[in-house]
């Protein structure tokens, strides 16, 4: 596989943009190499999965690109007071990839996007407000009920840690009902016969996550999306997510791995 690290100026951030890049050495089909867009967690970068997780060696496997881009503490969002993360990923990092690396490809069915705890919202959310760019959105130990964690996670938490949420996202009531409350995101697509990703999502039991996680798959189910759960023993960290990551892209529409 080939690694790249990328800086491109992002006009939304106003700065320089680090984004990771895992490309197959081989060269793609005619159609381009698959590719999945992965998120980091908070408190990361886009060093977070090839540090702590062998990516690079399951997407070889795979003869899969993964484009890793960094995020900050912004949830994906256009933040309340901050950079506009949501903008900078939706309006320029699938184009300016797209541009940089032609060999991706641009078909829907080939297209995937995922991420570990607060990138798994930003997976999320980019699937459910995007739904034509993507066919399969994953999870591992996601912040998929933000509502919830608004209102009930980080009022617990000290000042400095909610403040962080506050900049990303302002009050529970300001998010209500809009394209980063997901649970309602999924009822409005649904109620528009929009066809959506297939969506997957894992948490480990003893996560301290875990019922938000598990409450949030419930409350999408409910709201009509195609939800794969998993779960098993483990906390909030790569010592549960890695040996999953392959159980991931084996769900994905892809290729017999290399014998």
Request: proline letters at 4%; one cysteine or more; hydrophobic letters at 40%.
């Amino acid at each position: 596989m080939a690694f790249l690290q990328l800086d491109f100026r992002s006009g939304y951030i106003n700065s320089h943009q680090e984004v990771c890049v895992i490309l197959p050495d081989e060269a793609p089909d005619q159609g381009g190499y698959p590719v999945l867009w992965l998120f980091h967690g908070a408190n990361r970068d886009c060093s977070e999965w090839m540090r702590f997780s062998s990516i690079e060696r399951y997407a070889c496997r795979k003869k899969l690109a993964v484009i890793m881009p960094t995020t900050c503490h912004g949830y994906g969002m256009d933040m309340k007071q901050g950079a506009d993360y949501y903008s900078m990923i939706s309006k320029e990092l699938i184009h300016v990839m797209r541009w940089f690396l032609p060999c991706l490809s641009r078909d829907r069915e080939r297209n995937f996007t995922a991420g570990v705890s607060m990138g798994g919202f930003v997976a999320y959310k980019w699937a459910l407000n995007e739904p034509e760019l993507f066919s399969h959105a994953g999870g591992f130990s996601s912040a998929h009920d933000i509502l919830q964690i608004l209102t009930e996670f980080v009022p617990a938490l000290e000042e400095k840690e909610q403040k962080k949420f506050a900049n990303a996202f302002g009050t529970a009531e300001e998010i209500r009902g809009t394209c980063s409350d997901l649970i309602w995101m999924t009822e409005e697509n649904v109620r528009k016969g929009i066809r959506m990703p297939r969506f997957w999502s894992v948490c480990g039991r003893q996560d301290f996550g875990y019922a938000q996680c598990a409450g949030a798959k419930e409350k999408f189910e409910k709201a009509g999306m195609d939800i794969t759960w998993l779960e098993g023993e483990g906390g909030h960290d790569f010592d549960f997510w890695d040996p999953l990551i392959p159980v991931f892209l084996d769900w994905l529409p892809l290729g017999k791995e290399d014998e």
